[in-house]
């Protein structure tokens, strides 16, 4: 069962931060770095999360993660095509995988998922999207496709918002600039919490 807020990071110092505000749920996404850099953070989010007892997800560097003792990976689409599944379910980790489209849900269900992560739900700032806000009615409609699978809403989110998609259907709330651009990121974990525990 995964946590309702899911923070996702670009920097483990993000977690030395966060981490003791509450936080349960956090991914690791680092991108255009090395892979020596990847895998001094992946190791210093683990033993972060270790000591807090939450569940870090490693993003798109499914091998580091294998090879670091990580138990959760991320993958969109494109890196789901180039990752070796079936090494990863070897490994004992577990995977969530970004969906957009119909196509794509297929697509992730294929590999038995962890959770499907549905995006964006609201317009956002983080990064250019082909695709168009999906909504709550799609938040709805993925709920009802992937049944037990847990589903894992992102983009454009706030507490509001975050409560509006855990009530439409998703089991968790994904987010990063909310938290990681307001002035004060701790107060704002905090009300995230507030608002996606007490329901």
């Known amino acids: 069962m995964l ?12 977690l030395a931060r966060l981490l003791p505000v509450g936080v349960k749920l956090v991914q690791l996404r680092i991108k255009d770095q090395s892979d ?5 953070e992946v190791r ?3 033993a972060l999360c270790a000591a807090h007892g939450a569940q870090l997800v490693v993003n798109d560097y ?3 993660a294998i090879e670091e003792g990580c138990d959760f990976i991320h993958l969109g689409q494109e890196d789901l095509a180039d990752a070796d599944a079936a090494a990863i379910r070897a490994a ?3 995977l969530g995988v970004s969906t957009h489209d119909h196509r794509e849900l297929d697509l992730a269900l294929a590999v038995e998922p962890a959770y499907i992560a549905l995006g964006p739900v609201f317009p956002t700032i983080l990064k250019q999207m082909t695709w168009a806000p999906q909504g709550l009615d799609r938040v709805a409609e993925w709920k009802a496709a992937v049944g037990n699978v847990p589903l894992v809403a992102i983009g454009g989110l706030t507490p509001d918002r ?3 998609v855990l009530d439409a259907g998703a089991d968790s709330a994904a987010v990063v600039t909310d938290v990681l651009r ?3 990121p701790e107060a704002r974990a905090r009300e995230w919490i507030a608002a996606t525990r007490q329901r």
């Not at 946590?3 to 483990?12: K, N, Q």
């Not at 020596?36 to 001094?40: F, G, L, S």
Request: proline content about 3%; charged content about 30%; aromatic content about 12%.
């Open 3 to 14: 946590d309702p807020f899911y923070l996702i990071v670009d920097s483990s110092a993000w």
């Open 36 to 40: 020596d850099i990847v895998r001094a």
């Open 44 to 46: 210093a989010a683990k």
């Open 62 to 64: 499914w091998r580091i």
């Open 92 to 94: 004992g980790c577990r």
């Open 162 to 164: 975050g409560r509006a």
């Open 182 to 184: 307001h002035a004060d």
